[in-house]
């Protein structure tokens, strides 16, 4: 497999530091509120890239934080008279509910920040000591030019940064780049005991901490999304290396963006969706599918034709999927023909595009193509007029299943039960139309319809299908 390093701006082949296992961290939310549609899609792209590397054999151990103390989440906390850790825990609670409705699986470990002080307070003491941080009156900042690589993820010479950069008038830092490692308590503020006495940590240095407990001190890959890349992961890179004296990740991945009608995302644009938000409007399945429609590293357009067009191409695989059912019920044991093993053959070579296009960087647009050849062969070469061979149209839904499933897609079973009164209707249609009572097969067909079930006569029988809201 090969990745696209942000840290070297090069494809490179993926080779962990340990055979068979892979650590990985991924910045995970600061829980102040639902996560928006912006931060979706990092979620979205490495829990497939994590269930990818699972499908390849390897054992993922895959660490994603929660930031539960911050200047944001103190500000909401305060407004709604609660304190900071029962609004970070509600905004737990419904991250897992719109990460479940997404497909995201959980974390091998998703650790908090106000649960790691100690790991942190270890990281910055090292700073301190290894002279890469100083302490101000409390506050503890690091010495950006004391790490003579700082800028080398972001590839921006430090005197460019410095020229951009601001200072806050209330900081004594030396340096305008410095950057908050530890902040003393402000009244009515949550804090811990630290060595520079009361306080909380900054940003940064929670997610160097909780790799370094977590994972170790060299990892195999850090993802986030490119607005991350600075200052939030070239400080983790100059805080780490320096505390540590070791590579912090080997491979840095970062997503595109997303705009919304073509346009920045932005609260006083009005365009700013939660991911709550939009499931109301479409299935979590439908928003996963858009997510992974695109390379993760090009920027994406959000808008309400395309999630139109995400739920038809999502609804055309579950119809494939429901007529492969079909199929296989009036399917036969034997031998395959010879257009049937041609077709077995195309499944294959699917299989290896599919492959292909995942070891390509990730490239799940080209991975989903390959399912919709899957679509388009089955739908071509599998008769609807005479029986299959069984295990040719099993082949077709099992390797349907299995691609799918390292997307996080098209694994919901569908409801197929009919209760007797619709059991009845049918035989009786059935019977109407064997002794050709086209009258009364049709008002039973239009009852039927009338109560969402819709029939399609073919030569293996009826089938029938729920008619979709």
């Given at each position: ?33 639902y996560f928006h549609i912006g931060n979706a899609r990092p979620f979205i ?176 890959i850090h993802s986030g999304g490119q607005d991350l890349i600075f200052p ?238």
């Amino acid at each position: 497999m090969k990745i696209y390093n942000t840290l070297t701006r090069q494809k490179q082949e993926f080779v962990p530091i340990n055979k068979g296992e892979v650590k990985m961290y991924s910045c995970g939310p600061t829980v102040y509120d639902y996560f928006h549609i912006g931060n979706a899609r990092p979620f979205i792209v490495f829990d497939t890239m994590r269930r990818y590397l699972e499908y390849q054999g390897y054992k993922v151990t895959f660490v994603q934080n929660f930031t539960d103390i911050d200047d944001k989440m103190i500000k909401r906390a305060n407004e709604e008279g609660i304190t900071v850790k029962e609004l970070g825990e509600r905004f737990i609670a419904e991250y897992f509910k719109d990460a479940q409705a997404i497909g995201i699986h959980k974390a091998t470990i998703h650790p908090k920040a106000t649960e790691n002080i100690d790991a942190i307070i270890n990281v910055v003491k090292k700073l301190v000591d290894n002279g890469y941080a100083y302490d101000v009156d409390g506050n503890v900042y690091f010495s950006t030019k004391k790490f003579n690589e700082y800028g080398k993820l972001s590839k921006q010479p430090l005197e460019d940064l410095e020229a951009g950069a601001r200072i806050d008038v209330n900081e004594h830092k030396k340096d305008v780049m410095d950057f908050a490692l530890w902040k003393k308590q402000k009244e009515g503020e949550p804090a811990w005991e630290s060595p520079w006495g009361m306080g909380r940590p900054g940003w940064h240095i929670e997610c160097s901490a909780m790799v370094n407990k977590y994972l170790g001190e060299t990892i195999d890959i850090h993802s986030g999304g490119q607005d991350l890349i600075f200052p939030h992961h070239e400080n983790e890179i100059a805080q780490s290396e320096c505390a540590n004296g070791k590579p912090f990740a080997n491979y840095w991945m970062h997503n595109g963006y997303i705009n919304i009608n073509n346009r920045k995302m932005s609260k006083s644009l009005g365009n700013f969706f939660t991911v709550r938000d939009i499931l109301k409007q479409y299935d979590g399945e439908v928003v996963r599918f858009f997510m992974l429609s695109a390379h993760y590293r090009n920027p994406i357009n959000f808008d309400n034709e395309l999630m139109e067009q995400a739920k038809s191409a999502v609804e055309r695989v579950y119809t494939c999927i429901d007529n492969l059912e079909f199929l296989l019920q009036n399917s036969e044991d034997r031998e395959l023909t010879d257009s049937e093993k041609e077709y077995s053959k195309t499944l294959d070579d699917c299989k290896t595009k599919f492959i292909a296009a995942m070891d390509d960087d990730l490239n799940t647009a080209d991975a989903i193509a390959a399912i919709f050849d899957i679509v388009y062969a089955s739908n071509t070469a599998l008769s609807n007029e005479n029986k299959n061979a069984k295990v040719v149209v099993e082949k077709t839904l099992d390797l349907i299943h299995e691609l799918g499933g390292v997307l996080g897609l098209f694994q919901k079973t569908q409801e197929k039960s009919i209760d007797a009164e619709v059991e009845e209707l049918i035989e009786k249609r059935n019977k109407a139309r064997s002794e050709k009572n086209w009258a009364e097969a049709d008002a039973i067909r239009d009852k039927l319809k009338a109560m969402n079930i819709e029939l399609k006569d073919t030569p293996m029988g009826v089938k029938w299908n729920y008619i979709s809201e």
